[in-house]
């Protein structure tokens, strides 16, 4: 069984819509797929009438975005209530902070010379989808400014880069209770990736499973050999489940092909069973 728990549709940065997304998930051999798009479950319905027609087992995620000692970190959460007004009122506020952020960001750009236009920005964000940096980077590479949307990060909007923006991002203790309280269960996103890593020691992970995490992304491509094999031993002695995804978003992210890495089915029955689906 081939399992992939992190993805992401044109319902945030990802380039395919959710059922092409499933497609693409079966023509690769998976058994199993999450969507966890940035912010918002808006993708579920549709993922998961393709997979019921392409006999996929759809897993229902999110990645939220989350600040820990003033750095970004992303927590996967799989089989919350998406109506449950906690986690729903949040999701509402980061989706506002986003929107927000974007005259600002532009601003900046226009401040070094660079003029985007809201209307550009616009026609690249798929209609529904929760606004991110990479469409911005896409308005940038269309207009001719950069030539993709590594280069975009890496000269303007990344930390550091000349347009970053600073947006709300929900304290990442508080997710771990909001998606606790929705009934679902909670992972760090690739914790040793950039911008987390310095922030997420061993001991500070130990503090967060203390504080109700369930597991670690442990295989992603943002972690080296060494840095997976230290992760699973922590794993492994938190008692935190193990999951490994390519985190897919369609042509918007190259080497991260679906089922690159994947998830141990063992852990996987896991990670459902503290979620108490299936029961
Ligand atoms: P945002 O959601 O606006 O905070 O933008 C962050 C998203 O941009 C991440 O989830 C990644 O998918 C994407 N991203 C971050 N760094 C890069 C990069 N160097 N190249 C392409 N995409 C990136
Ligand atoms: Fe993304
Ligand atoms: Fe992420
Ligand atoms: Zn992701």
């Known amino acids: ?54 006999g996929v087992e759809l897993v229902p995620g999110l990645e939220m975005s989350t600040r820990f000692e003033h750095r970004s970190v992303h927590l996967l959460a799989y089989f919350v209530d998406p109506t449950d007004p906690g986690l729903a009122t949040e999701m509402t506020k980061i989706v506002d902070g986003r929107t927000r952020r974007t005259p600002l960001l532009l601003e900046k750009l226009r401040a070094a010379g660079v003029d985007i236009s809201a209307a550009d920005i616009d026609a690249a964000t798929p209609p529904g989808a929760v606004p991110g940096r990479p469409h911005i980077a896409d308005a940038m590479v269309r207009l001719g ?78 972690h080296s050999d060494v840095v997976r094999r230290g992760l699973r031993s922590l794993a492994d002695r938190l008692d935190l489940v193990v999951t490994g995804s390519s985190d897919w978003h369609g042509a918007g992210k190259a080497d991260h092909d679906l089922g690159c890495n994947t998830t141990d089915p063992a852990q996987y029955a896991r990670l459902r069973e503290l979620a108490g689906v299936g029961r």
């Open 145 to 222: 400014v950069v030539p993709s949307r590594d280069a975009a990060f890496a000269t303007w909007l990344g930390p550091g880069g000349k347009a970053f923006v600073r947006r709300y991002a929900t304290a990442l203790e508080d997710a771990l209770d909001l998606v606790a309280g929705a009934g679902g269960v909670s992972v760090l996103a690739h914790p040793r990736g950039r911008g987390s890593a310095a922030v997420l020691d061993d001991r500070a992970i130990t503090g967060l499973a203390r504080r109700g995490l369930t597991g670690l992304e442990v295989d992603h491509q943002d």
């Open 1 to 54: 069984m081939r399992i992939d728990l992190h993805t992401h549709s044109t319902r945030s940065d990802g380039t395919e819509p959710p059922a092409a997304l499933v497609r693409a998930a079966r023509d690769a051999g998976l058994d199993v797929v999450a969507l966890t798009d940035h912010d918002t479950t808006a993708g579920w319905d549709e993922a998961t009438d393709a997979a019921r027609e392409l």
